[in-house]
């Protein structure tokens, strides 16, 4: 709780002190789940209430629907331009975060059209013609950086999955299949060719 700040629904990078504006949304969407998690094992409603609040209260803001760039902004500080970037690991997390609240029966129907809209752009912005996720778009102009990390791909294809699980989208289980198949492509991006034994 030392790094809550209350009044902007967040939780901050470090402690919180007058003036700290170092609060990422990838960051406060795993805080989201992780409050959701312990509501489910707990059923204290203060966790879930806490969760809807970083969520909604803080999260969203980072959520540009305008597709011009659209997608859901990395960070918070006004005067940190990586902070603009429109990142994969903070639209996945929301993702990830919104899906906890859909599952758990919370305004199941907005919680997956979030999630939907989420993904949708993830996909039509930030995916490679390899199937791979790349990192994030970069302001000012909104150029695709194409460094490809593991938690990107492995983020969006879990949650392809999860959605499937609920909406038995066959559309999402066939985007989770091919992008695991891109994933473990010996010859893609991500597979590490030090490895001497592939089997």
Same mark, same amino acid.
């Given at each position: 709780?030392? #790094? &809550?700040?209350?009044?902007?629904?967040? !939780?901050? *990078?470090?402690?919180?002190?007058?003036?700290?504006?170092?609060?990422? #949304?990838?960051?406060?969407?795993?805080?989201?789940?992780?409050?959701?998690?312990? #509501?489910?094992?707990?059923?204290?409603? &203060? !966790?879930?209430?806490?969760?809807?609040?970083?969520?909604?209260?803080?999260?969203?803001?980072? =959520?540009?629907?305008?597709?011009?760039?659209?997608?859901?902004?990395?960070?918070?500080?006004? *005067?940190?331009?990586?902070?603009?970037?429109?990142? *994969?690991?903070?639209?996945?997390?929301?993702?990830?975060?919104?899906?906890?609240?859909?599952?758990?029966?919370?305004?199941?129907?907005? !919680?997956?059209?979030?999630?939907?809209?989420?993904?949708?752009?993830?996909?039509?912005?930030?995916?490679?013609?390899?199937?791979?996720?790349?990192?994030?778009?970069?302001?000012?102009? =909104?150029?695709?950086?194409?460094?490809?990390?593991? #938690?990107?791909?492995?983020?969006?294809?879990?949650?392809?999955?999860?959605?499937? &699980?609920?909406?038995?989208?066959?559309?999402?289980?066939?985007?989770?299949?091919?992008?695991?198949?891109?994933?473990?492509?010996?010859?893609?991006?991500? !597979?590490?060719?030090?490895?001497?034994?592939?089997?």
């Amino acid at each position: 709780e030392k #790094y &809550r700040n209350a009044e902007a629904h967040a !939780y901050n *990078a470090w402690l919180d002190f007058p003036g700290n504006v170092d609060r990422y #949304y990838d960051d406060n969407a795993i805080v989201a789940r992780v409050l959701m998690k312990a #509501y489910r094992v707990t059923h204290d409603r &203060r !966790y879930l209430d806490r969760a809807r609040d970083v969520l909604d209260g803080f999260v969203r803001q980072g =959520w540009d629907a305008s597709d011009s760039p659209g997608g859901m902004h990395w960070g918070f500080d006004p *005067a940190n331009r990586a902070s603009r970037e429109r990142a *994969a690991c903070s639209t996945c997390m929301t993702a990830l975060a919104a899906l906890e609240m859909a599952s758990a029966g919370i305004e199941r129907k907005r !919680y997956l059209e979030w999630t939907e809209a989420l993904m949708d752009w993830l996909m039509r912005r930030l995916q490679d013609s390899d199937g791979l996720i790349c990192d994030a778009l970069e302001p000012p102009n =909104w150029n695709v950086r194409r460094v490809k990390w593991t #938690y990107n791909t492995g983020m969006a294809i879990h949650v392809h999955v999860l959605l499937w &699980r609920m909406t038995r989208s066959k559309a999402r289980l066939e985007a989770a299949r091919a992008m695991a198949g891109a994933a473990t492509n010996r010859s893609g991006a991500l !597979y590490d060719s030090l490895v001497k034994d592939p089997d």
